[in-house]
C-alpha cells in the first residue's frame, strides 16, 4: 500500500525553486540543483512562476491558506545547511539524511563531495530520486548510497548497514520534516538506532508542536490541520519544546540549541529586508551525541 507521506516529497522543492527567483542578496537559500533535479510538469510550474504576477499569485495563495509555511521551510533549510557546514569543519566523517525526499544537499554543497552520503527514505521516493538523478548526473554519485526504508515497519540499522554505513565515526544525522509523519513507537525506533551513534556525533530535527497535533492550539492553521489531523490523518506524532531536552536525555543526547519563528525573523529574514511570515508550529533542534 502507498504512503501517504510520499506525495508530499517534491513540495519543499518546489518551494525552494522559487526561492532562486528572488534577488540573490535577499536569497535565503541558494540552491542551483532543485530545479534541475525536477520532473518536466514541475519545471513547467517554476518556468511559469518565472513571470511575476503568476508568481506572486501562487504564493499568495499558499500564504492565505497555510501562512507562514513556506518561511518557515525556507528558514529551516537554511538552519540546516548551517549546522551541516560547521560539523564538517569539526571533522564529522559521514552525513546521514533521514527522510531525504528530494533534497539536494548531497548535489550542492561542494565539501560533501568527499564524504559518504547516505539518503534514507520511502522506497516509491528512492525510486524516483534515482531516476531523476540518472537523467541529472548520469547515475548516482559516487559519494551517496540512496537507501530504501519505510520507518514505521522497517530497521533503520539494518537498512544502513546493507548500504555500507558503519557508525564508527563521528556522523551528523539530519531529520527534517519527518517526525510528525511517524507514530511515536517509529520515533522512539529511530532513537534508539541514534543511541548507537558516536560520541561527537549531531543531529539536527524537526518537530510539530505537540499541541496542534492534539487540536489544542491552532496557531492560525485551521487549513493545515484539517489537511494533516482530519482529512488525511498524515501528522501522528509531535513534542512540545520544553520537553525536548528530557526526550533526548532518554537516548544520551544533548540539545544544543532549539530554533522557531523568532529565531528565523532575526537571523535570516530582518538582516535580508524579507517580510515573510513563520509558522509558529514546527521548530528544528540541534543535538550532541554525549559522553556515556
Not at 559518504?116 to 524516483?128: A, K, R, T
Not at 492534539?214 to 487549513?223: I, P, R
Request: aromatic share 10%; proline share 4%; charged share 25%.
Amino acid at each position: 500500500m502507498e504512503n501517504k507521506a510520499a506525495k508530499t516529497a517534491w513540495g519543499p522543492m518546489v518551494q525552494v525553486a522559487l526561492e532562486q527567483l528572488v534577488p540573490d542578496e535577499q536569497r535565503i537559500i541558494h540552491d542551483a540543483v532543485a530545479y534541475r533535479l525536477m520532473p518536466a510538469p514541475l519545471k513547467g510550474l517554476v518556468n511559469l512562476c518565472r513571470i511575476d504576477l503568476l508568481r506572486h499569485m501562487l504564493l499568495n495563495l499558499v500564504n492565505r491558506r497555510v501562512p507562514g509555511i513556506r518561511g518557515g521551510l525556507l528558514c529551516r533549510k537554511s538552519y540546516i545547511d548551517e549546522k551541516l557546514i560547521e560539523a564538517l569543519n569539526a571533522g564529522v566523517q559521514s552525513v546521514v539524511i533521514l527522510g531525504a525526499g528530494f533534497d539536494t544537499r548531497a548535489y550542492r554543497i561542494a565539501e560533501l563531495a568527499s564524504l559518504q552520503v547516505y539518503e534514507v527514505d520511502l522506497p516509491q521516493n528512492i525510486q524516483s530520486k534515482r531516476v531523476e538523478l540518472q537523467r541529472l548526473f548520469g547515475g548516482v554519485p559516487t559519494h551517496v548510497k540512496l537507501v530504501s526504508m519505510d520507518f514505521g515497519s522497517q530497521e533503520l540499522e539494518g537498512a544502513l548497514q546493507q548500504a555500507g554505513y558503519s557508525g564508527g565515526q563521528p556522523s551528523f544525522f539530519i531529520w527534517e520534516a519527518v517526525t510528525q509523519y511517524i507514530s511515536e513507537t517509529a520515533v522512539r525506533k529511530v532513537f534508539e538506532f541514534l543511541r548507537k551513534a558516536p560520541v561527537r556525533s549531531q543531529l539536527v530535527f524537526t518537530y510539530v508542536r505537540k499541541d496542534f497535533i492534539e487540536g489544542k492550539c491552532m496557531y492560525g492553521l485551521d487549513v493545515l490541520y484539517h489537511q494533516t489531523r482530519v482529512k488525511k490523518q498524515l501528522w501522528k506524532f509531535g513534542l512540545e519544546p520544553e520537553a525536548i531536552g528530557a526526550f533526548l536525555g532518554q537516548y544520551a543526547w544533548k540539545e544544543l540549541e532549539q530554533v522557531g519563528s523568532a529565531e528565523y525573523q532575526e537571523r535570516y529574514l530582518k538582516p535580508m529586508k524579507r517580510v515573510l511570515l513563520v509558522m509558529e508550529v514546527e521548530r528544528t533542534v540541534h543535538a550532541e551525541r554525549m559522553a556515556n
